[in-house]
């Protein structure tokens, strides 16, 4: 049988190899054309896996399958990969003289010089090419979700629902109906902190992509399923950080600039290393969630309350603490004794980290109620007292969450589960209603 070539691609920047120390073992492999090979394989044939990437790479995958003959590695000479790839085949097998499985564009010289081709692709006009190049045999299906899908996904733009903190400070100053001007700020805010929250998105997907292979529910994020080109996230994440920064410069305030630099600057070092250090990482949740609020009190600009700073404070404190709560039940429940993967506890800290949490969401209650005695208050509000009727419905909502929690049935991000919960809802539009109500009413 003539040799079966299977062409590979090193989806890392070469640079980044050594220090992202892949694990090949978890790598988002084509089950279906890995049943394949195995059957070509038992059937006599020569398989040889072909790399003009890594050739480390190569190896460790080759060693791990344990399916090829042989790894070649086309070496760096100034051409393209498929050329290089081409050249070398036909070195060793000679024009026709072999079979070639491939789904990369870099592929097309490739396949032009096999005998027969094997295609993964989705894509009925790269399908429609690749059978004018060789007699193309089988086609293998990538089995990916929409590419649109996966971007949306990648951004996580229902993560930008949590954007909608920089209007509590516009909101809590009462100046909606008097400044058209600062509605257009606040707007403008919104969206520079949501390309900026994609962007720390996609790059902690990218930095943390091996904890996620390792992850039940992260494995399925588009990089570390395989949906996207890791390529796509290295060009993707700083075009998005470039055109917030550009907008806000350009149309904020020059203080807003720096709270978002800071919030960024926060959001990476949560990504490389706070999120691995117990009680740092949920205080940097805490704060990145606070620092939104900041940011829209400077964007418009307002004054930026102390009682609104600390009430956020230990409000997200507490969620940052129930986000936490859950990874270790999920682990214990998973019959996991050891220190968190990625994270600096152990499952016996549940108790502790629900105590906290707990101790955080109803001081962050005490504070609203300290708040309605403050001279300042009775500048903002016709009758404040009103707002004591806000405490027991924040009370019974942090309590529900963690009673939720220690269930098992929360959500992963609580910020996600209180916008689909029901009950979250009829408690935000109560305590909204309050604040309104003592407002308007003498």
Not at 226 to 233: E, F, K, Y
Request: positive net charge.
């Amino acid at each position: 049988m003539l040799p079966l070539l299977l062409g590979g691609r090193t989806q890392v920047p070469e640079s980044l190899i050594d220090t992202l120390q892949l694990d090949v073992e978890t790598l988002p492999y084509n089950q279906k054309l890995l049943a394949w090979l195995r059957l070509q394989k038992a059937a006599g044939s020569q398989l040889i896996l072909i790399t003009a990437g890594s050739s480390s790479i190569a190896g460790r995958i080759a060693q791990h399958l344990n399916l090829f003959d042989q790894v070649l590695v086309a070496n760096a000479d100034g051409s393209s990969a498929g050329l290089r790839k081409r050249i070398l085949l036909v070195q060793h097998f000679g024009e026709k003289g072999f079979d070639y499985v491939g789904a990369h564009k870099s592929s097309t010289a490739v396949f032009s010089a096999a005998n027969n081709g094997h295609l993964v692709s989705d894509s009925q006009r790269k399908i429609q090419h690749t059978a004018t190049l060789c007699n193309l045999i089988t086609v293998f299906s990538k089995g990916n979700p929409p590419r649109l899908t996966s971007l949306l996904k990648a951004v996580r733009l229902h993560q930008w629902m949590k954007n909608f903190l920089v209007f509590v400070p516009y909101l809590a100053a009462h100046q909606v109906q008097s400044s058209l001007s600062g509605t257009i700020q606040t707007v403008l805010a919104f969206v520079v902190f949501g390309l900026t929250a994609s962007s720390a998105y996609i790059l902690n997907d990218l930095l943390d992509i091996e904890h996620d292979r390792h992850h039940s529910r992260k494995c399925r994020r588009p990089f570390a399923a395989g949906h996207l080109d890791l390529g796509l996230g290295w060009a993707m994440w700083p075009t998005l950080l470039v055109a917030a920064f550009v907008i806000a410069l350009c149309l904020l305030p020059p203080i807003f600039t720096i709270v978002l630099a800071c919030y960024f600057s926060l959001t990476i070092a949560y990504s490389l290393r706070l999120k691995q250090i117990v009680m740092l990482d949920v205080l940097g949740l805490a704060m990145l969630y606070t620092l939104r609020i900041i940011a829209g009190a400077v964007a418009v600009p307002v004054p930026l309350s102390f009682w609104l700073l600390a009430f956020s404070m230990f409000l997200f404190l507490s969620l940052a603490f129930i986000k936490r709560y859950g990874e270790l039940y999920g682990a214990l429940g998973a019959g996991i004794r050891d220190q968190i993967r990625g994270r600096g506890y152990y499952p016996e800290d549940m108790s502790i980290v629900s105590s906290l949490g707990t101790a955080a969401g109803y001081i962050a209650v005490l504070v609203l109620a300290l708040y309605i005695q403050d001279k300042h208050t009775a500048e903002l509000y016709a009758t404040p007292e009103i707002i004591w009727s806000a405490c027991p419905f924040l009370l019974y909502w942090i309590s529900r969450a963690w009673l939720i929690a220690h269930r098992g049935e929360m959500h992963h991000d609580p910020i996600v589960f209180a916008l689909k919960d029901r009950v979250s809802w009829i408690i935000g539009s109560l305590v909204i209603g309050v604040f309104l109500l003592a407002r308007v009413m003498k």
